[in-house]
Nanobody, 123 residues
């Protein structure tokens, strides 16, 4: 009923930039939290950045000053701008959103994940 679809990953040289986008669709009543996580090979998934419905943001220390998260509430999208990329930023990046739905008079609230998009930074 709800899908998160990410786009924008790819291969870039160190110091370069990428822009990741995530669009939520389906029987959405409202979206609270939206965030980006990443998982490098052999490592646990970690929070990169998140943004609340009223625009408050938070970032992992490793990306502060280089990454910027933003959202468009009207379009149910969240974007992550990645600048000054480093090889250690290489990972699969996942979008996550806390979404309320109302289907057939049944209200539900849960986290949804996207399928992930690969970001590879070469040195």
């Amino acid at each position: 009923q709800v899908q998160l679809v990410e786009s924008g990953g790819g291969l870039v040289q160190a110091g370069g930039s990428l822009r990741l986008s995530c669009a939520a669709s389906g029987s959405i009543l409202s979206i609270n939290y939206m965030g980006w996580y990443r998982q490098a090979p052999g490592k646990q998934r970690e929070l990169v950045a998140h943004i609340t419905s009223d625009g408050m943001t938070d970032y992992a220390d490793s990306v502060k000053g280089r990454f910027t998260i933003s959202r468009d509430n009207a379009k149910n999208t969240v974007t992550l701008q990645l600048n000054s990329l480093k090889p250690e930023d290489t990972a699969v990046y996942y979008c996550k959103a806390a979404i309320s739905t109302l289907v057939l008079k049944v209200w539900d609230f849960r986290d949804y994940w996207g399928q992930g998009t690969q970001v590879t930074v070469s040195s």
